[in-house]
Each structure stands twice: as structure tokens, then as C-alpha cells.
């Protein structure tokens, strides 16, 4: 990411490299990938497979146990509120995509503008989830339907709120003019954004076998 | 082949797409018809995935590394 570096000594032509370089030596990089973008995908396949695993247990119950009522009367899920907060959730992907293509040209304001936006959607997607959750009259312990509801919807929620706090450190950046047009000078919004594409992805899955099917 | 934000944006625009179908479909027939085409497309975005996954690692490294093979 963005390296600090250090004020060449007077007369110190011949240790140029080093005045630059602070810290460690640089790692020998094998890969033609920069290791945060590496790292932020190994970090979504073990994500994937954990909401994989979530998946696995819901269709179990929903096709294999297949319980007379799925959701057990009388109790019924909030589809039209979903679908509304789905919308902003997907709004957010594009407003987070705003904002990477914003600092790509070179466009500071529209960046901090996109990362504002992104973080707004996120916030308001969270708040309406937790006041479905108030309003929706059964827990965690109602029969094994509650069990998975809320252990799914509540597993996508932690990654929206991580979502969120990484957006909030990325725009306190962008604010103190920490980014800049190059590739290696914005990876502080870029991994933020992938991120959040993920959970963007990951709620359109959920939304349609939790809400819909 | 690359693997940043735009691409991944992309992903969302056809996840979107995927998933509006199976709700679509759902809501004109029944749940397991949308199921059952939620199931053709997750499979064939594994399928896809799988090969994306090979050619991208195959053309993402730079043979041979390390510097005990320089140049």
C-alpha cells in the first residue's frame, strides 16, 4: 500500500535506495497479484464456505426435515421490507463502485462523495434489518426455522457491519487525502470495495432462498 | 483475467440479474421451480468459477520467482 519514506541525507547520493526505503527490506513478491488483493480473495473463498456451510444446514432442515410449515404458522417473513432493503444494499454496490472509478480518474471529491454514500446505505441497511428483527415476532428459539433465520441473516448482518467499519476507516482516509489516481495509491478503497461487493452478493443469495423460496 | 473492484462489480451485476430470475420465477410458478433453477445456475457458476480460478492462478504468477532465480 502507500510506503512512508524518508529525506535523503546531504551528500548521500550513494545510499539513495536505502534513505528511501523505511523499515524491513522489501518481500520478494512471486506473484503478479499485490498480496492485499491476493489476500482479500483467499479471505471471501473462506467466507464463501463458511456461508456455505450455513446454506448446507438450511436446506437440510427446509428439504430433508421438511417440516409441515416453513415459517411455522403464525408467524410470517417481512418479504416486501426485505426487497426494499435489498434494493439499498445493491445501491450501495453501486455507490462503492462510484467511488473506485471517481479515484481512478483522478476525482477526489467524487470518491469521498461514493464512500459517504456507500456508508449511509450500509448503516440504513443494518438499522431497518435490526428493526425487522424487533418486529418480527418469533427468536432464535422459535423451532428450528427461527434457528436458521436468524443465524443466517445474522451472519450476513456481522459482515455488513465489518463491511462498515472498514468503509468508515477507508472514508477517514479519504478525508485526510490518504488517496491518490494510481493503482497501488487507492488499495485502502479497493479491498473495502471488494469486500463489499461480496456481502452485496452474498445478501442477494440469502434474500432469495430465505425471503422468496 | 483480472481480479479488482470493477470485476467484482460486474459479479454483482450478474448475481443480480441471476437472482431476480429465481425470484421472478419463483413468484410465477412455485418455490421449487425457482429452486430448481437457482440450482442450474449456482451449478453453472461453479463450473465457470472453477476454470476462472485455474487460468487466473495459471497466468498470476511469474515463473520462475524467489531470489535464488533472478532475472
Redesign the interface.
Known sequence: MESASVPLPQGGAGHAAEAHHHGPPEANQSSRIDRQTLGILLFIISEVMLFGAFFASYFFLRVVVNPADWPPKPFELPVAVAGMNTAILVSSSFTIHYALESIRKGNKQGMKLGLVLTWLLGLTFLFIQINEYVHLGFSARTESFGTIFYSLTGLHGAHVFVGLMLLTFATIRAFRGHFDKEAEDHLGVEVPGIYWHFVDIMWIVVFATVYIL | MK????A??K??LI??VA?AS??GL??LTR?LV??LW?LVLVIAGSVYGIRWSRDWWR????LP???DHPG
Do not use: C, K, Q, Y
Open positions: 481480479f479488482n473492484e470493477a467484482v462489480f459479479w454483482v448475481v443480480g437472482g429465481v425470484i419463483t413468484l418455490p425457482g429452486a437457482g497466468n498470476s504468477r511469474n520467482g524467489g531470489p
